[in-house]
């Protein structure tokens, strides 16, 4: 099992070279995740897909507005996998992205090795887990939610897809 570094609050990557951000949730959705940054006047500079291995995806952030409803997070798991798409962003970017996802009270940003599924090379990234204080058991996604994993279908294998399509949905 691969041990993950909670980072301290503002750190950020020299804002000469661009940082890795892991996206395992709705931000893997391409045109969700432009439009964040864009909000912030930043920019998504490149994305492609990645494995986080030893984790699986679970649904247990909840949301803070509908009670039952969850959110993606990881959690550790000897053999598992979690599919989505290393993005390339600068170091402002990413500190943005701490902004919306509400780090540290929702969200921890945890530095993490993905392999890239292309080049078979492991890259370090950051990823957000949920705090702790956020996870809870029965949560499902809302099929919107699941929608914004879906969108990345462009990268994404068939497999992985078809798991996600699987996953039980809030009515």
């Not at 969850?70 to 798991?77: E, K, L, M, R, T």
């Not at 509400?102 to 090795?113: A, D, F, I």
């Not at 392999?115 to 990234?125: C, I, M, Q, S």
């Not at 809302?142 to 914004?148: L, V």
């Amino acid at each position: 099992m691969r041990a993950v570094r909670i980072l301290r609050e503002g750190t950020v990557t020299d804002a000469m070279h661009p940082s890795f951000y892991f996206a395992y949730g709705s931000n893997m959705n391409q045109a969700r995740l432009r439009e964040r940054l864009a909000r912030c006047k930043e920019q998504l500079l490149s994305r492609h897909c990645a494995t986080l291995d030893d984790y699986r995806l679970a649904f247990d952030k909840v949301s803070s507005q509908h009670d039952g409803v969850g959110f993606a997070n990881i959690a550790p798991a000897t053999g598992g996998r979690v599919e989505g798409t290393l993005n390339a962003m600068s170091a402002r970017a990413l500190q943005a992205l701490d902004a919306i996802e509400l780090v540290p009270h929702h969200y921890h940003r945890v530095e993490v090795v993905v392999r890239d599924t292309v080049t078979g090379a492991l890259t370090p990234a950051f990823t957000y887990v949920a705090n702790p204080g956020m996870v809870r058991p029965n949560l499902k996604p809302t099929t919107e939610y699941i929608g914004h994993l879906l969108a990345a279908a462009d990268l994404l294998p068939g497999g992985y897809l078809d798991e996600l399509r699987a996953v039980q949905c809030c009515p």
